[in-house]
């Protein structure tokens, strides 16, 4: 399993690097370009006006790399790998359809209502599979039956607390990967930042199941054809790792929905079928962090008429501050750095 990670891994990689240059070339010359006008505020819209006529879609580059190591390398009839693809092509087909719309009317693409209850359906969804169809839960111990687990939340540093959710569980996948998501997408506002930060909690995940088992590291919950979900977890990171070095301050083309929507879910799925959830949580807490700013900043409004930040999300706030836009990234960009390790040694007292 490890070697076929490593392998997924360098695949990604490279695809995304070395078609990704042409990939720019290819959308540039069709115009498939970022407009910097997004009508949200016309403060943002100077402050991002250098960013007119870049590049997007990159998202398109990111799921292609993805696909192309999964394929290579692993094991198709794995029923967990066939519903990760699965979910994310579904997410990647939303996001291109948003993004596609925004480009041929240079106005909003579909409306984030609609967005949302597509991603939450189809969540759903993929929670009612799961909870029907449950994942094969095994702990080091032994001391439990396999399908007792599936509908299990695992907190790290408390092997005792084992939280049995029932038909809970289709709620909680919902919440993971639709949140997971939306996270990645709100936080998809500054050159690299959404990438490195996926690429942050991402990364977290992939070491901690990778070191699994090893003498004096964690001891995790271990789901029967989880392999089959590493592969494609670092796969992911791979993709994610080539196409930050398009997308890092000065930006070469953007993700956009394309890439965003899919890339978060992924991750979302990803924890839940490695029953890491409140790992992801931890390392990707910067990317929580986003999405919380602004639901705070909606409901603040709506409830009381005033707005608690200058700007949501969150990363917009700073740079009304005056904070330029390489610090604020660097600066989110360390914090996201600082949970992951956090998330590490969370997990280090973590023994079954």
Same mark, same amino acid.
């Given at each position: 399993?490890?070697?076929r990670?490593?392998?997924?891994?360098?695949? &990604?990689l490279?695809?995304? +690097?070395?078609?990704?240059?042409?990939?720019?070339?290819?959308?540039?010359?069709?115009?498939? *370009?970022?407009?910097?006008?997004?009508?949200?505020?016309?403060?943002?819209?100077?402050?991002? $006006?250098?960013?007119?006529?870049?590049?997007?879609?990159?998202?398109?580059?990111?799921?292609?790399?993805?696909?192309?190591?999964?394929?290579?390398?692993?094991?198709?009839e794995?029923?967990?790998?066939?519903?990760?693809?699965?979910?994310? #092509?579904?997410?990647?087909?939303?996001?291109?359809?948003?993004d596609?719309?925004?480009?041929?009317?240079?106005?909003?693409?579909?409306?984030?209502?609609?967005?949302?209850?597509?991603? !939450?359906?189809?969540?759903?969804? @993929?929670? !009612?599979?799961?909870?029907?169809?449950?994942?094969?839960?095994?702990? &080091?111990?032994g001391?439990q039956?396999?399908?007792?687990?599936?509908?299990?939340?695992? *907190?790290?540093?408390?092997?005792?607390?084992?939280?049995?959710?029932?038909a809970?569980?289709?709620?909680?996948?919902?919440?993971?990967?639709?949140?997971?998501?939306?996270?990645?997408?709100?936080?998809?506002?500054?050159?690299?930042? !959404? $990438?490195?930060?996926?690429?942050?909690?991402?990364?977290?995940?992939?070491?901690?199941?990778? @070191?699994?088992?090893?003498?004096?590291?964690?001891?995790?919950?271990?789901?029967t054809?989880?392999?089959?979900?590493? *592969?494609?977890? &670092?796969?992911?990171?791979?993709?994610?790792?080539?196409?930050?070095?398009?997308?890092?301050?000065?930006?070469? #083309?953007?993700?956009?929905?394309?890439?965003?929507?899919?890339?978060?879910? $992924?991750?979302?799925?990803?924890? *839940?079928?490695?029953?890491?959830?409140?790992?992801?949580?931890? !390392?990707?807490?910067?990317?929580?962090l986003?999405a919380?700013?602004? #639901? +705070?900043?909606?409901?603040?409004?709506?409830?009381?008429?005033?707005?608690?930040?200058?700007?949501?999300?969150?990363?917009?706030?700073?740079?009304?501050?005056?904070?330029?836009?390489?610090?604020?990234?660097?600066?989110?960009?360390?914090?996201?750095? +600082?949970l992951? +390790?956090?998330?590490?040694?969370? @997990?280090?007292?973590?023994?079954?």
């Amino acid at each position: 399993m490890k070697l076929r990670a490593l392998l997924a891994f360098i695949s &990604s990689l490279f695809f995304v +690097l070395a078609f990704g240059r042409w990939f720019i070339g290819f959308v540039a010359a069709r115009r498939v *370009v970022e407009s910097s006008k997004k009508g949200d505020s016309e403060r943002l819209d100077q402050m991002h $006006a250098h960013k007119e006529n870049t590049p997007t879609l990159g998202g398109v580059i990111v799921m292609a790399g993805v696909v192309f190591s999964v394929a290579v390398w692993a094991r198709l009839e794995n029923r967990l790998v066939l519903l990760f693809l699965g979910y994310m #092509i579904a997410l990647f087909l939303l996001g291109f359809l948003d993004d596609w719309k925004k480009l041929k009317s240079r106005r909003k693409g579909l409306g984030a209502r609609a967005k949302f209850l597509f991603q !939450a359906a189809l969540s759903l969804l @993929l929670g !009612a599979y799961l909870y029907l169809f449950p994942l094969e839960v095994n702990l &080091s111990s032994g001391a439990q039956a396999p399908e007792s687990l599936g509908a299990c939340l695992f *907190v790290p540093g408390c092997p005792d607390l084992t939280l049995q959710l029932g038909a809970g569980f289709v709620f909680l996948v919902a919440l993971v990967t639709t949140g997971s998501s939306n996270a990645v997408n709100l936080s998809d506002g500054l050159d690299g930042l !959404a $990438a490195g930060l996926c690429t942050l909690a991402g990364g977290t995940l992939l070491l901690v199941t990778l @070191l699994d088992g090893q003498e004096g590291t964690v001891s995790l919950p271990r789901v029967t054809g989880g392999d089959g979900v590493v *592969v494609c977890l &670092s796969a992911l990171v791979g993709a994610g790792l080539g196409f930050l070095g398009y997308n890092r301050h000065p930006a070469k #083309i953007f993700m956009g929905d394309t890439g965003s929507l899919p890339w978060g879910g $992924a991750l979302g799925l990803a924890a *839940v079928l490695l029953k890491q959830e409140i790992l992801l949580l931890v !390392a990707g807490g910067v990317l929580a962090l986003e999405a919380v700013s602004v #639901i +705070l900043q909606v409901a603040s409004y709506k409830l009381r008429k005033k707005r608690i930040f200058l700007c949501a999300p969150l990363h917009h706030h700073f740079q009304f501050k005056g904070w330029p836009e390489r610090k604020v990234t660097a600066v989110f960009w360390t914090a996201g750095a +600082l949970l992951a +390790l956090f998330s590490l040694v969370l @997990l280090s007292c973590w023994r079954y």
